[in-house]
């Protein structure tokens, strides 16, 4: 069996995110851009905001988890 062929055979049996990361590493390694023109973004992107501009989270957590931080 060829490399070329085992390769195929692996892809075969990766789920949906499993594909999709191999998918990545095999455009870095092959050296091209990815030809998929937008990525599904995260589903944390944005969902612990502060509120406001401060910068004393850490300090202020019970605070801000009684408030419903991210809300």
């Known amino acids: ?3 070329r062929a085992h390769l195929h055979e692996l892809v075969d049996q990766l ?3 499993q ?3 191999a998918e ?3 455009e870095l ?3 091209g851009a990815s ?3 937008t990525r599904p973004e995260s589903k944390s992107i944005g969902k612990f ?3 406001g ?3 004393d989270n850490a300090r202020r957590v019970d605070e801000l988890l009684a408030d419903g931080f991210g809300r």
């Open 1 to 3: 069996m060829t490399s």
């Open 15 to 17: 789920d949906d995110e």
């Open 24 to 26: 990545r590493t095999l």
């Open 35 to 37: 030809k998929r023109t």
């Open 19 to 21: 594909a999709e990361r």
């Open 53 to 55: 501009p401060r910068t």
């Open 29 to 31: 390694i092959a050296g």
């Open 49 to 51: 905001s502060s509120k």
